[in-house]
């Protein structure tokens, strides 16, 4: 019998951007008969996507009782850049590292409610953000930052069902009046205006709060690593060297202005038959229909400014993102990269990392799989996930 699994959209704002925020959770009797996987998970989409690219593994790890929560970059999805969503008035909010800082703030949301850090999944661009938010963690660690990666339920952090979508003045929770619709913000710098309601406004966030809860519970926040483990999916590593990188810079620059040129449907056109997708022509029509759409559904002017400011050529040096990704899995952080068979480039990706991490970081080729693995081959995807997440699960306190 197939999961029952419910989703719904919110908004996530940080520093005056918004952000797009799918989340899907099981319904009560599919997650018993599906067990339950105790860590969240946080997963950012690829270039020219929406968080509903992740649906159909989703439903697989969301049947197995996780909580999964989408997390849709600057310019795509529901997201927006600005109070007249005209990308071109903030052109910062495409910028790598604000879309990292972003999303490690997000983690840290998550991770106060959830009670344990959740499991981040970023795949292609959207792992590219991943890596840099690494990065910055692992950067926070060498300068003495811990993992600090509990944090303890509150009584205050829960209220009845059937309330309705508001931001609650005591405890700070913004509630959607649904069973997967709670994010708890326990800072008194997270209240919102009212007729902003729909959003999560993370200021402060990221401060280390110790104040007790009306039970009396200290809360945790998670310090420098705010997920649990890191898994990217045919990500980029960085570029090798400084011609590497402005060769890269040049190309994603070119991209930028044909697609500004052209429009996002020609540029599509040309963009779906570039041999790293080419995979992909074996999906079902309505898994092409469905890629296709999403990929019509985006802004030329977003898109560009997505290949400018948060292109490959913006991430750090492929020795730097190597060593932040060894120095995460040698504190506790498990790191997996993941590509798959058909993929030449990204498994040649994978060969390096296995090779200069001296296996400290897991790699797995996945077979019949290209570029993207989680919409070619979702079970087995959920599958790799559901390990992960068992991994990260931490042992019942004592008694």
């Not at 797009?20 to 969240?40: D, F, H, I, N």
């Amino acid at each position: 019998m197939a999961s029952e699994v419910s989703g719904g959209t919110r908004g996530f704002d940080f520093e005056g951007m918004r952000f797009g925020v799918k989340a899907w959770r099981a319904s009560a009797s599919s997650a018993r008969e599906g067990g339950a996987l105790s860590a969240p998970i946080v997963l950012v989409h690829g270039f020219a996507q929406q968080a509903s690219t992740w649906d159909d593994a989703v439903r697989l790890l969301a049947g197995a009782g996780a909580e999964c929560f989408g997390f849709e970059l600057a310019g795509h999805g529901v997201g927006a850049c600005s109070a007249s969503g005209d990308p071109a008035e903030r052109p910062d909010f495409f910028d790598l590292c604000f879309q990292a800082r972003a999303l490690l703030a997000f983690c840290r949301v998550v991770a106060r409610d959830a009670g344990v850090a959740p499991v981040l999944v970023g795949y292609s661009m959207g792992g590219r953000v991943a890596l840099q938010a690494a990065c910055l963690a692992a950067d926070d660690l060498r300068d003495g930052g811990d993992l600090d990666r509990t944090a303890l339920r509150s009584s205050a952090a829960f209220a009845p069902r059937g309330r309705d979508r508001r931001l609650d003045a005591v405890a700070g929770d913004l509630w959607d009046g649904d069973q997967f619709g709670r994010i708890s913000l326990r800072s008194s710098a997270a209240f919102a205006p009212c007729d902003r309601t729909d959003r999560l406004d993370v200021t402060g966030v990221g401060q280390r709060d110790t104040a007790a809860t009306s039970a009396g519970d200290a809360v945790r926040m998670p310090a420098a690593v705010p997920f649990s483990a890191l898994v990217l999916e045919s990500a980029g590593l960085g570029p090798a060297d400084d011609a590497a990188r402005e060769a890269l810079r040049e190309r994603n620059f070119a991209w930028a202005a044909r697609v500004r040129d052209e429009g996002v449907s020609a540029f599509m056109d040309w963009w779906a038959g570039l041999p790293l997708f080419e995979s992909q022509r074996n999906l079902d029509d309505d898994q092409r229909e469905r890629l296709r759409a999403g990929r019509l559904a985006n802004d030329a002017e977003s898109l560009a400014l997505s290949f400018e400011r948060a292109g490959a050529h913006a991430i750090p040096s492929q020795g730097e993102s190597i060593r932040a990704l060894c120095e995460l899995s040698r504190r506790g952080v498990p790191v997996s990269y993941l590509a798959g068979r058909l993929d030449a480039k990204y498994c040649k990706v994978l060969a390096d990392l296995r090779a200069d991490s001296h296996d400290v970081v897991s790699c797995r080729a996945v077979p019949c799989a290209g570029h993207n693995i989680h919409l070619e081959q979702p079970e087995v995807f959920a599958s790799i996930l559901k390990e992960v997440v068992e991994s990260c699960t931490p042992e019942p306190a004592a008694p």
